[in-house]
C-alpha cells in the first residue's frame, strides 16, 4: 500500500472513530446476484439474476463518498458476470478511484480470467484443496488456479470460508497463498449458517482449533490478512455486531455490516472475521489497532 493512501486512509478511519460509529469508512456494493457457480453454502446464488442498471450502481458509489466512505468492494453473484451501458467491471473500478475511493477491491469466485489490474486487491474464494473445494462449490478449482497462475498483476488476496467439510484445510489455502506469485495473502472467515446451510456450521471448539492452528501459521510466517487479537473474541463470540463502519448497497437499499442482518438471529451466529475485526478496530482496543496496522501494511 502507498505510504500515501495509508495516510489518507488512517485520516479517514480517525474521523470514523471520533464519529462513534455514525460514519461509515467501509462499504460494498452489489453489482448483480447473477452467479456461474451454485455453491453449497451460498445465501444469494441468483436471487434474482438482475445485472444493476450503471447509474444505479454510480448514485450508490456517490451515495456512499458522501457518507465518508472510503474503501469499497464490488461483490456479487459474480461481479465479472456484471455490464451496463458499455461499462464493465473495470470501468467501474477506474471509475470509483476518480471519484475518491482509496480502496477499490472486488470479490470473485476466480473462475473468469483475474485480468483486472487497476483494482487494489482481487478476492479470490479458494474453499480448500481441489477435493473439498469442488465439493463446495462444483468443478472449478482447476479453473480459479489457473486463474490464479496467469493473472497480469500481484494484487490478489486468496479468501476462504472455512466450515465443516474444509476445515482441515487451513494449512493448504495458506501454503497455496504463501506460494503463488500473484498472491499477497489469504483471509479467513467462518461460514455464517445461512438458512440451509447451517449443517455446515462450526461448533465452538472447532473454531477453537482453528483459531489455534491459524495463530501457528501467522507465527511460521505465512501471509494471512486477519488479526490475531481477535481470534479470542471470535472464539468467545463476544464481539460488538453489527459492524457500524460497514455499509453494503444494492440498487439504492443499504444495509449496515450487511444484508444478513434482515435475517432474525443470524448475526449471533455470524462467522464473518470483517465483521469482528472492524467493530473491534473501531472500539479502539490498542491491541487490535496495533494488530491491524501491522498486519495490514505487512501484507498489502
Ligand atoms: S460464487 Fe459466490 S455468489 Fe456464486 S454461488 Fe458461490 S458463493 Fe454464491
Ligand atoms: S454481524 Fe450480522 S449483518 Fe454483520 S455480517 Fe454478520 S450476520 Fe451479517
Known amino acids: ?26 462499504a460494498s456494493i452489489i ?8 455453491c453449497r453454502h451460498c445465501a444469494v446464488h441468483d436471487t434474482n439474476g438482475v445485472l444493476y ?21 464490488f461483490y456479487g453473484g459474480e461481479p465479472w458476470l456484471w455490464h451496463d451501458a458499455g461499462k464493465t467491471l473495470s470501468d467501474l473500478v477506474r471509475e470509483a478511484k476518480s471519484m475518491g475511493f482509496l480502496l477499490v477491491n472486488v470479490v470473485t ?12 486487491l482481487i478476492l479470490v474464494s479458494v474453499d480448500g484443496t481441489r477435493e473439498h473445494h469442488n465439493l463446495i462449490r462444483g468443478s472449478s478449482y482447476d479453473r480459479v488456479l489457473a486463474n490464479l497462475r496467469n493473472a497480469p498483476a500481484r494484487n490478489i488476496c486468496l479468501y476462504m470460508a472455512i466450515n465443516k467439510l474444509n476445515q482441515v484445510d ?3 489455502v495458506s501454503r497455496l497463498a504463501r506460494d503463488l506469485p500473484k498472491v499477497k495473502a489469504v483471509s479467513f472467515n467462518f461460514h455464517t449458517p445461512y438458512p440451509g446451510t447451517e449443517e455446515l456450521a462450526l461448533s465452538a471448539a472447532e473454531k477453537r482449533d ?5 495463530t501457528l501459521l501467522l507465527e511460521d510466517g505465512c501471509p494471512i490478512l486477519n488479526l490475531r487479537s481477535v481470534f479470542p473474541y471470535l472464539v468467545a463470540n463476544n464481539w460488538p455486531r453489527p459492524c457500524r ?13 450487511g444484508r444478513c442482518i434482515d435475517i432474525p438471529g443470524l448475526c449471533e451466529t455470524c462467522g464473518f472475521f470483517f465483521a469482528a475485526e472492524y467493530s473491534l478496530l473501531f472500539s479502539g482496543r490498542p491491541r487490535i489497532v496495533w494488530d491491524f496496522a501491522r498486519s495490514y501494511l505487512r501484507w498489502l
Do not use: H
Open 1 to 26: 500500500m502507498k505510504t500515501r493512501t495509508l495516510l489518507r486512509l488512517s485520516g479517514s478511519g480517525l474521523r470514523t472513530f471520533l464519529s462513534r460509529g455514525k460514519r461509515p469508512l467501509v
Open 31 to 38: 453489482l448483480t446476484e447473477r452467479c456461474n457457480l451454485a
Open 53 to 73: 442498471p450503471y447509474m444505479s450502481v454510480r448514485a450508490d458509489m456517490q451515495t456512499l463518498l458522501d457518507k465518508g466512505v472510503r474503501i469499497l468492494f
Open 109 to 120: 469466485n476466480g473462475t473468469i480470467d483475474l485480468d483486472l489490474p487497476e483494482a487494489d
Open 170 to 172: 487451513l494449512e493448504a
Open 210 to 214: 482453528c483459531c489455534d492452528r491459524l
Open 245 to 257: 463502519q460497514c455499509i453494503i448497497m444494492e440498487n439504492g437499499r443499504s444495509w449496515t455490516c
